[in-house]
C-alpha cells in the first residue's frame, strides 16, 4: 500500500513482489552507476541492503512524493546514513525526486550528499552519518506519535556492526520500556564492517536475544527474498505493545559476484569497467542509459567548478599547486605519518592500538602490518567511540601508552565527555588521533568534516594538541608525543593529500613555531622558503604574518609568495604546529615586528584565531601599539560534499584567500 495521494487516500501506485523484485535490481544498477560517478561511496552495504529499500519504499511505508512532509506518512530513519545512495535511488524510484539526478551524488552542492542531510533532500527524514543515532530518534518520532495521536509507523534502517554503538543499546532500552510498538526497526545483517567480519571485530550477535531482553518482538527475514520481507514488514505492523526488529540476513555486495562478501567493497565505488561487469551481471546492460547519467554527472561537474572558479580571487597569474614551473611540490596525506611513527615504534611493549572500526585508512593498522608479534597489542573496539576512549583510559592508569584513533568527529567530538572526564581530568597518557579532518575528507560531507574538533581539543585542561603541517612533520609529532608528552594529547590529520613542505632537518619542537621565510626563485615551491625554530629568528621588519596551523602552512607559504610576486611584500608565515600549549611569544614578537597578523585554520574560525588574539589582547608588550587582525577559517557554517581541494576554496580557506585578506590589511597599515 505504498504510496498514497494524501489528498484522497487512494493507493497511486503499488508493486507485485515480482515487481519489487525487479525494482530491487534495477535500483541496484542505478546504485553503481551513480557511486562510478561520484567516485567515491559505499558499494557494499547499499547492495546489501537494496531489497529492503525497495520493499519500503515502493510497498510496505505510507507515503506521498507529492506531499513529502504529509503529517501522517511513515516515517523512515536512516540511520546507516552511508547507505544514503540506496536511499536516495529508493527515493527516485518512488517519485520524491528525478532518479537520473542522483548521479549528482557526493558533488559539490549536491542535493544527494555523501551521508543524507534532511534539509536538501525531500523524502529525507533526518540527517545522518554518524552511526548509532538513528534509533532514538526514531524513539523520540514514536513518543511524539503517541502524544498526537498518530497511527503512523517509524522504520529504522540500521547495520550490524552499527549495533556496537552503544546508543542504540539505550534507544532499544527506551523503545522496549515505552512499549513503542509504532517502531519497527530493520537491521541489516551483512556480517561485514570496514575492518572485516563482525565477529572479528567485535561480535554483537545473538541480536535476537538481546532485543527480546530489552522487550523486543524479534523477526527473522532472508534480507534478499521479496516475499519473506513483505511478509515480515506485515507482521511487524500488526504487533502490539512492543517495537519490531526485523533481522534481515544479507550479503554485502549482492548481486555483484566480484563484490559479495568482500570487506574491501565497504567504501569503494565501481570503475568504468567493475561497473559495465556488475551491469552485465545484473542484467541491465540494455536497461540503464549509463553514458546519459555520467555524462550528467559530468556536466554537472563542470558547471560547479566553473561556479566555483569564478568565485576565486585571481591574480597576475595562476599560483595553484604544481600549476607552474615555481609551484611544484610533492603531496601525502598527514594521515600516514602518523601510521609511520606506530610502525616504528611500536616495539615498544608500553603502545596499546585500539582499533574503532575504520584502521586501515587512518593508517593505525600500520601499527601491526608485517608485525605479527604486536598483534597481542592490537585490540579491536569495534564501533564504540565513548567505550574505547574511557577503555583507553583504563590502560593508562596500568602504565601503557594507548593510541586511539578514528575520524576526527567520532575519535574527538562523539566521546567527548569521556575524553573530558575518563582521560583529561585524570591525566592520562592517551594518544588521540582525529583523522580525516577539516575539509580533506571532502565527497563524504558535512557529518564526516570535522571542523570543529580543536575547540573541544584546546579547551580540554591538560590537553596537548599538535596540527601538523605535512606527513613529516606528522610522523615527528606523533613520535614526540608518544614518548615525550605525558598526557592527554591530540594530534589532528588530513585524510586527502597536502603537500609536503618539511624535511628531516627541519625543526620539530613541541610548543615551539617554525618561522618560514621566501628567499628565492625556485621551480620546485619548496625550494624557495627557508625555515628556522621562531626562538632563533631575528626580525626582518616583514610586512606582515600569517600564523597557520595543519595543512593550512603550505596555503599560509603559497600565500606569502603571491604576495611577494603581485604585492611585493614580505611575509612572516609561523607554523603553529603546536595550538596548545602555543609558542605566545612568536605571537607576540610576529604582531610586535609587522603590525598585521592573518591566522589561517582549516577549521571554524577561532580554534587558532581566538588563542591567538587572546595573547595579543594581553600582551603587555603590545599595548597602545597599532596592529590589524583578520581570521581566515571556516566561517560558523557545516561543510559540503565536494572533492578537498574544491572545499578549500567553497569554503575560502585558500592562499588565494589570505592573500586577499593580507593585501585588504596592507591598505590599512599603509593609511
Ligand atoms: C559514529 C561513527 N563511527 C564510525 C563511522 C565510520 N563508519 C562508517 S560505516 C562503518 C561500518 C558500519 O558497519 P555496518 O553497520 O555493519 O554497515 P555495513 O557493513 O552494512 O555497511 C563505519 C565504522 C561512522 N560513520 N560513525
Known amino acids: 500500500m505504498a504510496l498514497i495521494d494524501s489528498a484522497t487516500g487512494k493507493v497511486t501506485r503499488d508493486y507485485s513482489i515480482e515487481q519489487l523484485k525487479d525494482a530491487a535490481n534495477l535500483m541496484r544498477g542505478y546504485d553503481l552507476v551513480t557511486l562510478c560517478a561520484a567516485g567515491s561511496g559505499h558499494a557494499g552495504g547499499t547492495l546489501s541492503i537494496m531489497d529492503i529499500t525497495a520493499a519500503l519504499y515502493l510497498h510496505v511505508a505510507q507515503h506521498d512524493p507529492k506531499n513529502p512532509n504529509w503529517a501522517d506518512r511513515d516515517r523512515i530513519?536512516?540511520?546507516?546514513?552511508?547507505?544514503?545512495?540506496?536511499?536516495?535511488?529508493?527515493?527516485?524510484?518512488?517519485?520524491?525526486?528525478?532518479?537520473?539526478?542522483?548521479?549528482?551524488?557526493?558533488?559539490?552542492?549536491?542535493?544527494?550528499?555523501?551521508?543524507?542531510?534532511?534539509?536538501?533532500?525531500?523524502?529525507?527524514?533526518?540527517?545522518?552519518?554518524?552511526?548509532?543515532?538513528?534509533?532514538?530518534?526514531?524513539?523520540?518520532?514514536?513518543?511524539?506519535?503517541?502524544?498526537?495521536?498518530?497511527?503512523?509507523?517509524?522504520?529504522?534502517?540500521?547495520?550490524?556492526?552499527?549495533?556496537?554503538?552503544?546508543?542504540?543499546?539505550?534507544?532499544?532500552?527506551?523503545?522496549?520500556?515505552?512499549?513503542?510498538?509504532?517502531i519497527i526497526a530493520v537491521i541489516d545483517v551483512n556480517r561485514l564492517q570496514i575492518d572485516g567480519w563482525v565477529k572479528d571485530v567485535m561480535e554483537v550477535q545473538p541480536l535476537d536475544e538481546k532485543y527480546a531482553a530489552f522487550g523486543w518482538e524479534v523477526l527473522h527475514v532472508d534480507g534478499h527474498d521479496m516475499n519473506q520481507l513483505v511478509e515480515a514488514f506485515d507482521k511487524a505492523k500488526k504487533v502490539v505493545g512492543?517495537?519490531?526488529?526485523?533481522?534481515?540476513?544479507?550479503?554485502?555486495?549482492?548481486?555483484?559476484?566480484?563484490?559479495?562478501?568482500?570487506?574491501?567493497?565497504?567504501?569503494?565505488?565501481?570503475?568504468?569497467?567493475?561497473?559495465?561487469?556488475?551491469?552485465?551481471?545484473?542484467?541491465?546492460?540494455?536497461?540503464?542509459?549509463?553514458?546519459?547519467?555520467?555524462?550528467?554527472?559530468?556536466?554537472?561537474?563542470?558547471?560547479?567548478?566553473?561556479?566555483?572558479?569564478?568565485?576565486?580571487?585571481?591574480?597576475?597569474?595562476?599560483?595553484?599547486?604544481?600549476?607552474?614551473?615555481?609551484?611544484?611540490?610533492?603531496?601525502?596525506?598527514?594521515?600516514?605519518?602518523?601510521?609511520?611513527?606506530?610502525?616504528?615504534?611500536?616495539?615498544?611493549?608500553?603502545?596499546?592500538?585500539?582499533?574503532?572500526?575504520i584502521s586501515g585508512s587512518i593508517t593505525i593498522s600500520d601499527f601491526y602490518a608485517g608485525k605479527p608479534e604486536r598483534k597481542k597489542r592490537w585490540i579491536s573496539m569495534g564501533i564504540a567511540e565513548q567505550s574505547a576512549t574511557a577503555a583507553a583510559a583504563g590502560f593508562a592508569r596500568e602504565g601503557k601508552l594507548p593510541v586511539i584513533g578514528s575520524y576526527a568527529t567520532f575519535s574527538a567530538a562523539r566521546n567527548l565527555d569521556q575524553i573530558r572526564v575518563s582521560v583529561c581530568y585524570g591525566n592520562f597518557n592517551v594518544l588521540i588521533a582525529g583523522a580525516h579532518a577539516g575539509v580533506s575528507v571532502g565527497p563524504d560531507g558535512a557529518t564526516h568534516q570535522a571542523l570543529e574538533d580543536l575547540f573541544a581539543m584546546t579547551g580540554m585542561p591538560n590537553m596537548s594538541v599538535v596540527v601538523p603541517c605535512d606527513i613529516v612533520e606528522a610522523r615527528k609529532a606523533t613520535t614526540w608525543l608518544l614518548f615525550k608528552r605525558v598526557g592527554p594529547k591530540y594530534i589532528r590529520l588530513a585524510r586527502e593529500a597536502t603537500p609536503i613542505v618539511t624535511d628531516e632537518k627541519t625543526p620539530f619542537v613541541f610548543g615551539k613555531a617554525n618561522v618560514i621565510r621566501l628567499r628565492k626563485d625556485a621551480p620546485d615551491f619548496v625550494d624557495a622558503f627557508e625555515t628556522c625554530l621562531a626562538d632563533y629568528y631575528e626580525s626582518e621588519s616583514e610586512d606582515l604574518s600569517i600564523i597557520a596551523c595543519g595543512p593550512m602552512v603550505p596555503e599560509a607559504m603559497r600565500a606569502a609568495l603571491i604576495l611577494k610576486r603581485d604585492f611585493g611584500y614580505e611575509t612572516r608565515v609561523l607554523n603553529m604546529h603546536t595550538l596548545k600549549p602555543i609558542d605566545a611569544e612568536a605571537v607576540i614578537r610576529a604582531a610586535q615586528d609587522t603590525g598585521?597578523?592573518?591566522?589561517?585554520?582549516?577549521?571554524?574560525?577561532?580554534?587558532?584565531?581566538?588563542?591567538?588574539?587572546?595573547?595579543?589582547?594581553?600582551?603587555?608588550?603590545?599595548?597602545?601599539?597599532?596592529?590589524?587582525?583578520?581570521?581566515?577559517?571556516?566561517?560558523?557554517?557545516?561543510?559540503?560534499?565536494?572533492?578537498?581541494?574544491?572545499?578549500?576554496?567553497?569554503?575560502?580557506?585558500?592562499?588565494?584567500?589570505?592573500?586577499?585578506?593580507?593585501?585588504?590589511?596592507?591598505?590599512?597599515?599603509?593609511?
Open 242 to 357: 512492543k517495537p519490531v526488529v526485523i533481522l534481515a540476513d544479507t550479503i554485502k555486495g549482492k548481486g555483484v559476484s566480484f563484490m559479495e562478501n568482500v570487506a574491501g567493497w565497504h567504501g569503494k565505488p565501481p570503475n568504468r569497467e567493475e561497473l559495465t561487469a556488475a551491469l552485465k551481471e545484473l542484467g541491465l546492460t540494455e536497461r540503464i542509459p549509463v553514458e546519459q547519467l555520467l555524462d550528467k554527472a559530468k556536466s554537472y561537474q563542470a558547471e560547479m567548478t566553473r561556479e566555483l572558479e569564478a568565485k576565486m580571487p585571481k591574480f597576475s597569474r595562476d599560483f595553484w599547486w604544481n600549476s607552474g614551473d615555481a609551484m611544484k611540490v610533492k603531496m601525502e596525506p598527514t594521515r600516514k605519518g602518523f601510521g609511520k611513527s606506530l610502525a616504528e615504534n611500536g616495539d615498544d611493549e608500553r603502545i596499546v592500538c585500539l582499533g574503532m572500526d
Open 596 to 671: 598585521v597578523v592573518v591566522t589561517a585554520e582549516e577549521h571554524q574560525i577561532g580554534a587558532l584565531a581566538w588563542r591567538v588574539s587572546g595573547l595579543l589582547t594581553e600582551s603587555k608588550q603590545l599595548y597602545g601599539k597599532p596592529l590589524i587582525t583578520r581570521a581566515i577559517g571556516v566561517k560558523d557554517r557545516f561543510g559540503d560534499s565536494g572533492a578537498p581541494w574544491e572545499l578549500v576554496k567553497e569554503l575560502e580557506v585558500s592562499a588565494e584567500h589570505i592573500a586577499v585578506k593580507a593585501v585588504e590589511l596592507m591598505k590599512i597599515k599603509k593609511k
Open 77 to 182: 530513519i536512516w540511520s546507516a546514513g552511508h547507505k544514503a545512495p540506496a536511499l536516495y535511488v529508493g527515493l527516485g524510484f518512488a517519485g520524491f525526486c528525478d532518479i537520473n539526478d542522483v548521479v549528482t551524488l557526493r558533488k559539490l552542492h549536491s542535493r544527494f550528499q555523501g551521508h543524507p542531510h534532511w534539509l536538501k533532500l525531500p523524502g529525507v527524514e533526518v540527517s545522518s552519518g554518524s552511526l548509532g543515532q538513528g534509533l532514538s530518534i526514531a524513539v523520540g518520532m514514536a513518543l511524539n506519535a503517541r502524544l498526537d495521536d498518530k497511527k503512523h509507523k517509524i522504520f529504522c534502517l540500521m547495520g550490524d556492526g552499527e549495533q556496537q554503538e552503544g546508543q542504540v543499546w539505550e534507544a532499544a532500552m527506551e523503545a522496549g520500556h515505552f512499549h513503542l510498538d509504532n
